[in-house]
Structure formats: structure tokens, C-alpha cells
DNA sequence: TTGTTTCCGGTGGGAAAAAGTGGATCGCAA
DNA sequence: TTGCGATCCACTTTTTCCCACCGGAAACAA
């Protein structure tokens, strides 16, 4: 699975070279088959190998266009997904409309998260990082229970 | 399946040309042959492919006129559907009234939707994706139970 | 320990192919 | 006969794929 922060950089063409060291494992899951879509959550872009990302196609299907959140949710993921494929350098071309949304132009962050990658500019993801552990620190996040028993 | 969103332009003839990597497809499933109508929830337009419309038309005709809000629905997807051809060059020549229910002109965005696709005008594309967003970021909206337990 | 060599990851550029765009001609209808 | 519309064709731009170069690191030998 994936882990860790990793400093990359995006060439003119918009293409983003893979960290070596997920390669292999990307090959072998997928192809070098990706998805990339934008994270609802955060002004960043989530990457997921295609058979992860096809997982989670399946329950947004069942969501109803009835219900405005769920039928927000089903727009924002499915409008942004793109399928993407690694070329032989270990590289994925971003299209200019992800690229645009969250603001990648050459120095950005790949951030593993199990499952996916995240896909940050660096400067908001040092931003970002900044702001998340000063909220953390000063006690303003309300706690579930399931934080509430979590040991580290 | 269709995803993703694609910045088209729309010609002086009202020609749409359809992004490349999705004719292969429209012309195995339906020989080019395509529905469009109107969204009853954005002021966009729908783009069927015919078996997918007539599929979700023969559900339309079950639909009572005595229930105020079925009625409603089954005259606005009914009432604006038009079909339409790709020409050999892959565009598609959309009818003036659904241009403008669309408010479309020069620049468009067309929106992969799994079944279908959206069309949109890149500039009302871009301020319903930021606020949907924005009301996501912001907590307000309601959430389903299926949402809750969704993770990314 | 230091220098040299080799390999691998990262980067950029260029050429071929394909896709997008606009123009021109043909036909039909008014 | 003229005007509008539709279909077809050709040109320009963009995209995609591939190859070559550069730099760094590691390994081996002196």
C-alpha cells in the first residue's frame, strides 16, 4: 500500500513522473492503469490505481439523483474522473483541466494514503500541513469516539 | 463507461465536437445516433446515447399525469429531447433551443457521467463545481446515511 | 579511502500521427 | 434564382509516443 510524502515535479507538457519505487507495484495491480479526480475535501487531486477506483464507482452508482448531497457527490467525483496511463518512463499526463483545479504547475507533492495518492501543489500542501496541525494542537477538532480511543 | 470533464469549443454552426476517445465507443453502441434534452437539476443539457434514452424513457411513460411532480418531470426530459447524429468528423449539430437553455456559446465543458454526459457551459461548469465544493468544505450539507459510511 | 565506471532514475526535446477547426461546394427548398 | 443548411474536405494545431541526454548514486577496484 501506499505511504508517505514524496517531492515531485511537473514537467511543461504536464506530465508527472511516478516515484520509482511504486512503480512496480503500480504495474503489476493495474498496468499503469490510474484515475485521477479531484478530492471533495481538500483543493487537491486523488489518484487511485483503476480497480480501486472501480470499487468505489460501484456505490457512487447507487447513490440517488434525488438526495442534492448524493447527487452532489456523483458529480463532483465522476465529472472530474479521468483514466490515465503510465507511459514507459514511469510518467501520467495530467489534463489541464485537473492540473487547473488544483492549482499544479511545477513543483508538487505525491502524498501515499493506502489506497490512493493524493496529488498536492507543494506550497499548499506545506500550507495545508501548517494549518491541519495548528487546529490539531489547539483543540478545536471535535472528537469521535473512535478518535477518542485511538492510541498511536 | 463515460467520466471526466473535457473542455470542448462549440463552432459558429453550433456544432459540438465530441472529444476523440469516446467515438469509438458511441459509434459501437448506438452508431453515432444520440439524445439530448435538458437537466431537470442544472442548467445543462443531457447527451444519451439512444439505447441508454430509450431505456429511461420506457420508465417516462409509466409515469403519472395526475402526479403533479411526475407529470412536471416527464414533460421536461420529454419535451426537450431531440436526437441527434454525429457527422464523420465526430460532431454533433445541437438544435438553437437547446443551446440556449444552456446558455452555450463558444466555450464548453462536456461532463462524463457514467450513462450519459452533461453539457455545460465552461464558465456556469466552473461556478457550480466551486460552489458545490464550497457547501461540501463548509459542512452544511445534509448527509445520508449511504454518505456517511462512504469512504474515498 | 578515494577515484573511476556503470547503471538507473529523472528530464527534456523532437517527430509522427491524430484530432480540431474552418472553409468550400453541393443540394434542396423557398 | 437565391439563400440557407448540410456534408465533405483540407489545413493547422495539438497530442502522443519515443528516444536521447544529463546528473547522481552506488559499487568496485586500486
Request: with cysteine; charged share 25%; hydrophobic share 40%.
Given at each position: 500500500?501506499?505511504?508517505?510524502?514524496?517531492?515531485?515535479?511537473?514537467?511543461?507538457?504536464?506530465?508527472?513522473?511516478?516515484?520509482?519505487?511504486?512503480?512496480?507495484?503500480?504495474?503489476?495491480?493495474?498496468?499503469?492503469?490510474?484515475?485521477?479526480?479531484?478530492?471533495?475535501?481538500?483543493?487537491?487531486?486523488?489518484?487511485?490505481?483503476?480497480?480501486?477506483?472501480?470499487?468505489?464507482?460501484?456505490?457512487?452508482?447507487?447513490?440517488?439523483?434525488?438526495?442534492?448531497?448524493?447527487?452532489?457527490?456523483?458529480?463532483?467525483?465522476?465529472?472530474?474522473?479521468?483514466?490515465?496511463?503510465?507511459?514507459?518512463?514511469?510518467?501520467?499526463?495530467?489534463?489541464?483541466?485537473?492540473?487547473?483545479?488544483?492549482?499544479?504547475?511545477?513543483?508538487?507533492?505525491?502524498?501515499?494514503?493506502?489506497?490512493?495518492f493524493q496529488i498536492w501543489d507543494d506550497e499548499q500542501w506545506q500550507k495545508h500541513t501548517a494549518a491541519t496541525l495548528d487546529q490539531w494542537r489547539s483543540g478545536t477538532l471535535p472528537m469521535s469516539e473512535?478518535?477518542?480511543?485511538?492510541?498511536?
Open positions: 500500500m501506499f505511504r508517505g510524502a514524496s517531492g515531485i515535479s511537473i514537467d511543461p507538457k504536464g506530465r508527472l513522473a511516478v516515484p520509482a519505487r511504486y512503480r512496480e507495484v503500480l504495474v503489476d495491480r493495474c498496468q499503469g492503469q490510474l484515475v485521477a479526480t479531484v478530492d471533495p475535501f481538500n483543493p487537491c487531486l486523488l489518484l487511485y490505481p483503476l480497480p480501486e477506483w472501480e470499487g468505489l464507482e460501484s456505490k457512487l452508482i447507487t447513490f440517488s439523483d434525488f438526495d442534492p448531497t448524493e447527487r452532489a457527490m456523483k458529480n463532483i467525483l465522476l465529472g472530474h474522473a479521468r483514466e490515465l496511463e503510465m507511459d514507459n518512463a514511469g510518467r501520467v499526463l495530467l489534463p489541464p483541466e485537473l492540473r487547473g483545479h488544483a492549482h499544479l504547475d511545477k513543483k508538487a507533492m505525491l502524498v501515499g494514503q493506502l489506497n490512493k473512535r478518535l477518542k480511543s485511538l492510541s498511536l
